[in-house]
C-alpha cells in the first residue's frame, strides 16, 4: 500500500467510525474541500508569507489534502496518475522556453 492510499484508507477508517459517509456525496466534498481551502487562505490574511502561523497552515493543509484525498476516492480516481496526467498537460501548455521565470498565462505566451 503507498502513502496515498494508506491516507485515504485511514480517512475511510475515520469516516466510518463515525457513520459520516452519508455526508460525504461529491458535491459536499468538494464543497468542503472550497471551504478548507480558504481557511488555508485566512492564514495569510493581512500578514506576510513570513508571518503566518505555521501550525494553521499545517492544520488547514492538512484538511484540504484530506478532502481532495476523500473526492479522488469517491471517484476511484488515483491521485498519483491524475496529477501526473495534469504536469503533463501543463507542460504542453507552458514550455520551458516560453515559460521560464514568467508568470503569465498560458495564453499570453
Known amino acids: 500500500m503507498n502513502d496515498i492510499e494508506l491516507i485515504t484508507q485511514a480517512l475511510l477508517e475515520f469516516r466510518d467510525e463515525r457513520d459520516w459517509a452519508q455526508f460525504h456525496n461529491p458535491k459536499d466534498l468538494a464543497l468542503a474541500l472550497n471551504i478548507e481551502a480558504s481557511e488555508l487562505l485566512e492564514a495569510y490574511l493581512w500578514k506576510s508569507s513570513e ?29 498519483k496518475r491524475i496529477v501526473l496526467e495534469k504536469i503533463e498537460k501543463n507542460a504542453l501548455k507552458y514550455p520551458v522556453a516560453k515559460a521560464k521565470g514568467v508568470a503569465k498565462k498560458y495564453t499570453d505566451l
Open 51 to 79: 508571518q503566518a502561523d505555521i501550525d494553521k497552515v499545517k492544520e488547514e493543509l492538512a484538511d484540504v489534502f484530506a478532502f481532495a484525498f476523500l473526492l479522488a476516492e469517491k471517484y476511484d480516481l488515483d491521485v
